[in-house]
């Protein structure tokens, strides 16, 4: 069985930067391509960025951002820890939210959460002064 646990989540200033952490484990990372999602009060679960499994060399490894977050966070991973990285800079307060990283056994559709078996359970983020 998959499990996803993250990390990284606090209380930052606007402009500022946070780097979140997700690690699997139960099966072999490579076989899974990695999303970030969120979720803000009384709003919907939104797409925030994902990396599709495979060697980009193979037609694999793309990586999609949502038109907010575009420029500002990375998405990454280090296959040799199992872990998926968000890198989060020039923070706004609308990106306040519980970040949930997630995997999929699929390499499209990466935006569309219900591509996702497998969920962690958040790390919350706040964006304020």
């Known amino acids: 069985q998959v499990q996803l646990v993250e990390s990284g989540g606090g209380l930052v200033q606007p402009g500022g930067s946070l780097r979140l952490s997700c690690v699997l484990s139960g099966r072999a990372f490579t076989l899974y391509s990695m999303g970030w999602f969120r979720q803000s009060p009384g709003k919907a679960r939104e797409f925030v960025a994902a990396l599709a499994y495979g060697d980009s060399a193979a037609g694999g490894g793309e990586i999609q951002y949502a038109e907010a977050v575009k420029g500002r966070f990375t998405v990454s991973r280090d296959n040799a820890k199992s872990t998926v990285f968000l890198s989060m800079d020039k923070l706004k307060p609308e990106d306040t939210a519980v970040y949930y990283c997630?995997?999929?056994?699929?390499?499209?559709?990466?935006?569309?959460?219900?591509?996702?078996?497998?969920w962690g359970q958040g790390t919350q983020v706040t964006v304020s002064l």
């Open positions: 997630a995997a999929s056994r699929s390499n499209v559709r990466l935006m569309t959460d219900a591509m996702y078996a497998y």
